[in-house]
């Protein structure tokens, strides 16, 4: 299995995509979707929750490519910051290239590309490896925790949540390939 599609690399086709009037409008949509699930998370214990957003990036990325995916990942973390305040965290633009660079991984992924579990637990794990370590790195710097302890933990959290956020993932953009298909403003992979 080829992990990544040639049309994935295409970056100067999918700046000029970018610029149409129906993937700005898409953009935007995408944007405003992310930031209303930043606040339907379901918490399970004080430190391990389940998270919707992350959907939306990979969306992004399929339907767009790797250049929709990083644009949508950053300008969601940003605006959300702006209109939420963040929820009373502080701001790490360190987090905003971590969502633009998992949008960005998904694009590479999952862009015009039949979906297939296999397909979907390797975007999963890119998006799990981020969390992992990127996330777990900007937390120590922002709160001064052990990075020792705060790693086995995030380990932790993301192995449970890894099958889970996999099942979702292959779930929702299965489905929305699925309507794009039928809506006529995708053709299938």
């Known amino acids: ?20 009037v129906q993937n700005i409008a898409v953009c935007g949509l995408f944007i405003a979707l992310y930031i209303v699930l930043t606040y339907m998370n379901i918490r399970i214990t ?13 969306l992004a990325g399929y339907y767009g490519g790797p250049v929709m995916g990083l644009t949508v990942g950053a300008a969601s973390d940003i605006l959300s910051m702006l ?21 960005f991984l998904f694009g590479l ?8 579990v296999p397909r979907i637990l390797c975007a999963e794990l890119f998006h799990v490896l981020i969390a992992a370590t ?3 790195y900007w937390l120590h710097l922002m709160y001064g925790m052990p990075l020792q302890v705060l790693f086995v933990t995030r380990l932790v959290k ?6 889970i956020e996999a099942a979702m993932l292959y ?7 699925k309507i794009a298909f039928h809506a006529g403003i995708q053709q299938r992979a």
């Not at 299995?1 to 149409?20: C, G, N, P």
């Not at 963040?86 to 949008?103: E, H, P, S, V, W």
């Not at 779930?171 to 390939?177: D, H, K, P, T």
Request: with cysteine; aromatic share 16%.
């Open 134 to 136: 990127l996330h777990t």
């Open 83 to 103: 209109l939420t305040g963040g929820k009373g965290a502080a701001f790490n633009f360190g987090f905003t290239i971590d969502y633009a660079l998992i949008g």
């Open 171 to 177: 779930i929702i953009v299965r489905a929305f390939s």
């Open 158 to 163: 993301c192995a449970i949540t890894f099958p």
């Open 46 to 58: 004080d430190n391990l929750e389940i998270r919707f957003p992350f959907l939306i990036l990979a």
């Open 109 to 116: 992924v999952l862009y015009k590309a039949q979906i297939t």
């Open 1 to 20: 299995m080829q992990i990544f599609s040639k049309e994935a690399f295409q970056f100067k086709k999918q700046l000029q995509d970018m610029t149409k």
